[in-house]
C-alpha cells in the first residue's frame, strides 16, 4: 500500500541470562517492571512482591537499571505528583524494600548509565549510596576509555565524588543503595520455604582487552559471593522480536540492512536490497545507546530513502500510485482490527489530563485496553 515502509517497532523483548534459577518467582526483567509502574495495560496485574523482602538486586547498570532502582527507593510521597500508575503507587506505599544492590560486570569506568541519571539518583534524599574506593582505582586502559569519551568520564567522577562523600543523614526512613562493580551473576537459589527467589550467587570478575573489539571484557575469576533478597530486577538488555515474512538476523536480534536498507538475507554475500523497506532505531542496530543516538540513526536511514527516491528506486513498477493511508485504513476496517487514529489518542491524552487534575498529578493513566479504546472512540 505504500512506496517506502521504515520499520521502527524497537526491542520489546528480553535478553535471558542463561544461569541456574533464572524462572524462580521474584525475578523479573526491568522492562516488565517499568511497564508495570507506567501503566501498560499488558502488565498492570504484574503485582511484584514488594511486602516480604528489604532488599532488592538490579542486574546492571545502565539507565534503566537506574530508573528502577529510584523508583524503589524514593519517596512515595515525591512519588505521588508524577504520573505513575496508581496500582504502581498503592504497592510502592506498603514496600519493605529498603536496599537496593546495583550490580555490574564492569567497572565504574565502563558503566552503561549517563551522568544526568546518576546524578538523580545521586541526589535522593534519605538515601545512603555505597561505592567501594577499591573499585575506582583504574589502570591504563581506563584511563584512556575516560579521555576518549566525556560521558564515561563525568560518570565516573560522580561515582569517585559519591565514595569520597558520604551523606549525612537523619536516620528517619534512611534507605540504602549499593554499586557492586565488578560482579556477574552466577545463580539464583530459592528461598528455604518457598519457590521464590531468596538470593543471587556473585562470581567475581577482573577486565582483560579483547583483541578484536579493543574493549576490556569482564572475565570470572572463580571467586564467589551470595547475597540475599526476595526481589530481582534484570536490566541486561533489551531484545527484537522476528515478523512473519520479515528479514531477521536471530543471533544478532535485529534486521539485517546497510544504512538502514532492509536486506533480504543476514548473509551480506547472498543479499539483496529489499525495494522500499528501511529499518530504523534498536530494530536496526540493536539495543544500545540515547535518544541522540537514535537520532542519528534515524538520519542515516532517512538519507538512504531520499537516495534511492532520487535515483528512481522506491516507484512502483506498475506506475500507478498505491493505495496508502486510505487503503490501509480500508484494510483494518474489512478485517475487523480496532485500531487508534491520532484524533482518538488526543482523546484518551485529554481524559487522562483531566483524571490525573484531581490527583494533583499530570495524568492518571488509563490502564486496560478495553477501556483506552471506549475513551478513544467515545471521549
Not at 539518583?121 to 576509555?145: C, F, S, Y
Not at 540513526?297 to 516507484?315: Q, R
Request: charged content about 30%; glycine content about 8%; some cysteine.
Amino acid at each position: 500500500m505504500y512506496d517506502v515502509v521504515v520499520l521502527a517497532y524497537g526491542a520489546e523483548s528480553d535478553r535471558s541470562l542463561g544461569v541456574p534459577g533464572e524462572d524462580l518467582r521474584g525475578i523479573h526483567s526491568a522492562r516488565e517492571f517499568v511497564w508495570w509502574y507506567n501503566g501498560h495495560p499488558d502488565y498492570c496485574d504484574m503485582s511484584p512482591d514488594l511486602k516480604s523482602t528489604d532488599t532488592a538486586v538490579v542486574l546492571g547498570q545502565g539507565n534503566v537499571a537506574l530508573d528502577v532502582a529510584r523508583i524503589l527507593l524514593r519517596p512515595t510521597s515525591e512519588l505521588e505528583t508524577t504520573d505513575i500508575a496508581d496500582h504502581a503507587l498503592a504497592s510502592l506505599r506498603e514496600s519493605n524494600i529498603r536496599k537496593v544492590y546495583l550490580v555490574g560486570r564492569r567497572g565504574p569506568v565502563q558503566a552503561a548509565c549517563t551522568a544526568k541519571e546518576l546524578r538523580e539518583i545521586l541526589g535522593m534524599r534519605n538515601l545512603r549510596v555505597h561505592v567501594q574506593e577499591a573499585d575506582l582505582v583504574t589502570a591504563p586502559v581506563d584511563e584512556e576509555e575516560l579521555k576518549k569519551n566525556r560521558i564515561q568520564r563525568r560518570v565516573y567522577e560522580l561515582f569517585s565524588k559519591a565514595a569520597t562523600s558520604p551523606r549525612e543523614l537523619d536516620g528517619v526512613d534512611d534507605r540504602d543503595l549499593h554499586f557492586m562493580f565488578f560482579r556477574k551473576p552466577d545463580r539464583f537459589f530459592p528461598s528455604e520455604l518457598s519457590s521464590r527467589v531468596g538470593g543471587v550467587r556473585l562470581e567475581k570478575t577482573c577486565l582483560k582487552e579483547n583483541g578484536a573489539s579493543g574493549k576490556q571484557v569482564a572475565v570470572g575469576t572463580g571467586e564467589f559471593e551470595d547475597i540475599k533478597c526476595g526481589l530481582v530486577l534484570k536490566s541486561i538488555g533489551y531484545k527484537s522480536l522476528p515478523v512473519d515474512g520479515l528479514p531477521f538476523d536471530e543471533r544478532r536480534g535485529v534486521v539485517p540492512n546497510v544504512k538502514g536498507k532492509v536486506l533480504s538475507s543476514d548473509q551480506p554475500e547472498k543479499a539483496i536490497v529489499e525495494q522500499g523497506l528501511y529499518v530504523a532505531g534498536w530494530l536496526k542496530r540493536g539495543p544500545t545507546g540515547i535518544i541522540a543516538t537514535n537520532l542519528y540513526c534515524a538520519e542515516e536511514t532517512v538519507a538512504s530513502i531520499m537516495e534511492d527516491v532520487k535515483n528512481g528506486l522506491v516507484i512502483p513498477n506498475s506506475g500507478s500510485p498505491k493505495a496508502g493511508r486510505e487503503g490501509l485504513l480500508q484494510s483494518l476496517q474489512d478485517r475487523n482490527i480496532p485500531f487508534v487514529q491520532l484524533n482518538g489518542w488526543a482523546r484518551i491524552d485529554s481524559k487522562e489530563r483531566m483524571l490525573g487534575q484531581f490527583k494533583n498529578k499530570p495524568r492518571e493513566k488509563i490502564t486496560t485496553w478495553d477501556e483506552l479504546l471506549r475513551v478513544a472512540t467515545n471521549g
